[in-house]
């Protein structure tokens, strides 16, 4: 069975947890989605007992720095193991061609040549598109141009063991532009920046994100079995699954999670 391993949650100023970035893990291999802001990612992934030799699919769904900056990380201890010769096959790194460039820049600038040298050789990029399906670790996996209207980004499906669809909608707001890849899926992995009635303090709607309330509105309208919420702020940290839960259940009827860094969920 496919597992879901929340390697961070939190919105790009938090500091109380780690900026959402999460993995598929599953019986033919793991797939990592973001990166998370920074070097933060070893530690999450260590905590999670994913060892680099597991890492060789990694998305990156856009190029805000709360999940970019951590795939220079990845790149570097990927590239150090390559160089080791500890390392098998190739790191397949998923991203529309903008994402891939600023990345490829960052690493040049930042890692020694012996470990950016491998770009291209056993690190490789490959550019998505709107509604293109490719094959990873074992499983069909379509990406959907989110119709950002702050910076393009993808979202995508995933299909699962049980042949059942997983969907990222990345970290902005459903648009109904998306929802012939969003209808029928058992998961709604979704952001939720914060509690609705915390809406005039932490402003979501002027940062294009969305509440509690207007994500689980919006699974219940699409009648969504499991619904994930995080890309949260971290000022409840240590009452937000209680918090976020009593009101999500207001609007929504299914399998509401709400997890906590380095929860695992069986898919």
Known sequence: MD???VLGTGNAAVTRCYN???????TDGLILCDAGGGNGILRQLEDAHIAWEQVHHLILTHAHSDHLLGAVWVIRLVATRMNADKYEGDLHIW???????GLVQMAQLTLQKKMWSQIGQ???FHD???GQTVEMA??????FDIQSTKMQQFGFTLTLEDGQKLCCLGDEPYNPLCEKYVQGAKWLLCEAFCLYGDRDRFKPYEKHHSTVK???ELAQQLGIPHLV??????KHIDQRKKLYTEEGVQFYTGDLNVPDDLEVLEL
């Open 3 to 5: 597992r879901l391993i």
């Open 20 to 26: 959402t970035c999460f993995a598929v893990d599953g």
């Open 95 to 101: 991203c529309h061609p903008h994402v891939g460039e």
């Open 122 to 124: 056993r690190i490789l």
């Open 128 to 130: 998505v598109s709107d």
């Open 138 to 143: 074992g499983r069909d996996v379509t990406f």
């Open 214 to 216: 207007e994500a689980c």
């Open 229 to 234: 919420l995080w890309h949260t702020e971290d």
